[in-house]
T-cell receptor, first 114, second 112 residues
């Protein structure tokens, strides 16, 4: 069965500092990989996705993520965080095509210090 | 930009009552999904729907749950007899052909 591990429950970063959120997955084949962000009281907004090709993908709000097959990882990065980046970040995996649901990690709560 | 919408945003109900949560997927999308997120826990897949029938469902989606697309725009989740443990945020999502899923803002359900 597929699973997603986000080992960091909380991360605190100073505004302007760089950020890396970790995600490891377990999946039988090469999955589709996603990062979603959830601001307080809001829904899930898609930040970026990886389907195939270039293993470094760019997303919205200045985020990027790198797919590393050998490490089964899909870590999210941002070179310089803003206070508005404070939110819950979820990594998810899905099957290639079809109607399968996504499997989510437990999320990482990002706190931005002034 | 088209968005998935959900109504109501909040619903409070008594245990044992039926609730219907409503979603309007993005208009040209063909796949529809329901997820739930119990407070403080991860988002969990409930069910997917394609071509007017259930495609996949998780073990959470038992006989108390049902989904329907009553017309060309709405997609509903019905909980027949709510339990305390059904209290959660329920998210609807849609996708064009089963790849990128776009989520609605959610309905927070509280069962008393």
């Amino acid at each position: 069965a597929q699973s997603v591990t986000q080992p960091d429950i909380h991360i605190t970063v100073s505004e302007g500092a760089s950020l890396e959120l970790r995600c490891n997955y377990s999946y039988g084949a090469t999955p589709y990989l996603f990062w979603y962000v959830q601001s307080p009281g809001q829904g899930l907004q898609l930040l970026l996705k990886y389907f195939s090709g270039d293993t470094l993908v760019q997303g919205i709000k200045g985020f990027e993520a790198e797919f590393k097959r050998s490490q089964s990882s899909f870590n999210l990065r941002k070179p310089s965080v803003h206070w508005s980046d404070a939110a819950e970040y979820f990594c998810a995996v899905g099957a290639r095509g079809g109607a399968d649901g996504l499997t989510f990690g437990k999320g990482t709560h990002l706190i931005i210090q002034p | 930009e088209p968005e998935v919408t959900q109504t109501p945003s909040h619903q409070v109900t008594q245990m044992g009552q039926e609730v219907i949560l409503r979603c309007v997927p993005i208009s040209n999308h063909l796949y529809f999904y329901w997820y739930r997120q119990i407070l403080g826990q991860k988002v969990e897949f409930l069910v997917s729907f394609y071509n007017n029938e259930i495609s996949e469902k998780s073990e959470i989606f038992d006989d108390q749950f049902s989904v329907e697309r009553p017309d060309g725009s709405n997609f509903t989740l019905k909980i027949r007899s709510t339990k305390l443990e059904d209290s959660a945020m329920y998210f609807c999502a849609s996708s064009v052909k089963g790849e990128t899923q776009y989520f609605g803002p959610g309905t927070r359900l509280l069962v008393l």
